[in-house]
């Protein structure tokens, strides 16, 4: 064949033209022939998974064909949709069952089963590869193909990934459409999951109220069902929550509680995620060498079972740690390390919360303009993702850098962003040190009769946290401030903090 006729044969537009000359009951035999020679070159069909609406799912088993499933199921579905039997998607959703899963000859009607087989291995195996994009769009696909508890299972997996992708809003939408077919068939324990994962949801985008309501709602099905699985994983995220909301005695005993049974348990998953989020409690109660040594133990638990996710996780508490204990180097490492991850995955939201993590540590090291601009890109990304907790945060961080450069309308306009939105979501530690923040500015800013009751009203919010690092930080810089200003520092007596707090 020569050069040309060869270029012209592989041109998208002339394949695109044969390809649409053919009849469509002819392209559906192709496609079907196409789907057995694939099928067979590949090591032959899968196994029939469990039911998907079964209580929990097994684990993932790989096989030969996973690489191309996606593949499969695209022929699966032009071989049923160009086919005289199926004129559409409405008539696929018609067929009962898999009854005709076992034909295998080209002629035969082809079986609908096998498209659902192999749009569920390829979800799966979107997941196991965090390919969230796709796993949202097959596990899509596989929902308009079954019906029931099954259904709805499968629009709470869709909900997952576009949670993981940060597409909070839409995951939200989807997550309640599921869950009104679950609570449809009466399946407690699916709806049970679809509920942790829609307060989750709350949770993110600040509505913590609503989140906590859910999760302890999720709590009473757990107990009503004897699922000691759902209780564990509803409690540690209310411990996580309890954590966020200041309450660092429920959310140690929790976790506490929930160590030993994962440990009793031998789920070594569970117990490193349990762990990581004990070392957060050590952080915000000052037990800052413990803390590490937890960070360690959860990392190197992740590492052995292949949970990426969380391994960034740890990569960038680690990260956090070593940059407020004057690390820099080893923290810049750790949160180039969690990046990675986080980018490789596909996980939005903790690649911008690590972006800012990383940004605050060259805004310690008096590299403004670097930290301004990392932090810019970290917010656009939480607005794009909707994580309303997370912009108050980073809101924050941004005053402080513009504080520091001098912009002082600027920075009083995000600190003022910041605590509006903080206190919207009840986020107390971040309310204390955006307070004692701001009454920073308004000292150096030469507004003294402001920065006293800021301060005052930030650094009581901590010292009821007992939150002894982020006091230690702030009274410092506080001093260094009224140093400069040439006035007395705002220290508090403990017990004039403790009326204050009455």
């Known amino acids: 064949m020569h050069a040309e006729t060869a270029y012209l044969f592989r041109h998208a537009l002339l394949r695109d033209a044969a390809y649409q000359m053919q009849m469509p009951g002819d392209r559906a035999k192709l496609h079907e022939l196409a789907f057995y020679l694939i099928e067979e070159a590949f090591g032959g069909r899968p196994p029939e998974p469990p039911p998907l609406d079964a209580v929990e799912s097994p684990k993932f088993e790989p096989h030969s064909t996973d690489g191309v499933a996606a ?11 160009d086919s005289v039997v199926f004129k559409g998607i409405a008539d696929i959703v018609q067929v009962p069952g898999d009854a005709q899963a076992s034909k295998t000859s080209v002629g035969d009607a082809f079986p609908v089963g096998l498209l659902r087989l192999y749009l569920r291995r390829a979800a799966e195996h979107a997941e196991q590869t965090f390919q969230e994009d796709s796993a949202a769009s097959m596990w899509a696909s596989l929902a308009k193909l079954v019906t029931g508890a099954s259904r709805g299972r499968a629009l709470q997996r869709v909900a997952n990934s576009l949670r993981l992708l940060g597409k909070s809003q839409v995951a939200e939408s989807v997550l309640k459409e599921g869950l009104s077919v679950l609570r449809e068939t009466g399946n407690r324990h699916l709806e049970g999951r679809s509920l942790g994962t829609l307060a989750s949801i709350y949770q993110s985008s600040g509505r913590v109220d609503l989140a906590e309501e859910m999760y302890r709602h999720v709590l009473d099905i757990a107990h009503e069902l004897s699922d000691r699985d759902l209780e564990q994983r509803t409690q540690r995220h209310l411990a996580i929550l ?11 005993k929790i976790l506490e509680n929930l160590l030993a049974v994962s440990r009793e348990s031998n789920t070594l998953r569970e117990e490193a995620m349990t762990l990581g989020s004990l070392a957060n409690v050590y952080i915000v109660t000052g037990r800052i060498a413990l803390a590490e040594q937890v960070y360690e133990r959860a990392l190197a638990m992740h590492r052995t079972v292949g949970n990426l996710p969380f391994e960034a996780i740890e990569l960038g508490n680690l990260g956090n740690l070593y940059a407020d204990t004057g ?4 923290a810049k490492q750790a949160y180039a390390q969690a990046i990675q991850i986080a980018r490789k995955i596909g996980h939005r939201h ?28 970290a917010l656009q990304l939480i607005r794009e993702i909707q994580e309303t907790r997370a912009e108050g945060v980073t809101l924050g961080y941004i005053a402080n850098v513009l504080s520091d450069l ?7 306009q995000h600190y003022q962003l910041a605590l509006e ?17 701001f009454a920073i500015h308004h000292l150096r ?3 003294v009769d402001l920065a006293g009751p800021m301060w005052i009203e930030g650094v009581v919010i901590l010292r009821d946290l007992n939150d002894a690092a982020a006091m230690k930080s702030k009274i410092a810089t506080m001093r260094d401030a009224c140093a400069k200003a040439g006035i007395q520092p705002f220290d508090m007596p403990e017990e004039e903090a403790t009326n204050e707090s009455k």
Do not use: K, M, P
């Not at 593949?71 to 949709?81: F, I, N, V």
């Not at 939105?421 to 040190?433: K, S």
């Open 350 to 377: 903790f690649e911008a919360h690590t972006l800012s993590s990383l940004a605050t540590l060259f805004h310690d090291t008096h590299q403004f303009d670097q930290a301004l601009s990392i932090l810019e890109e």
């Open 327 to 330: 690390r820099v180097e080893e």
């Open 421 to 437: 939105i903080t206190r919207e979501v009840d986020n107390r530690r971040f309310l204390g040190v955006q307070q004692c923040d």
């Open 242 to 252: 309890n954590n966020q909301r200041g309450r660092y005695s429920q959310a140690e």
């Open 445 to 447: 800013s030469g507004r």
């Open 71 to 81: 593949e499969l199921a695209e022929h699966a579905r032009l071989a049923l949709a």
């Open 406 to 412: 001098g912009n002082i309308v600027l920075a009083d």
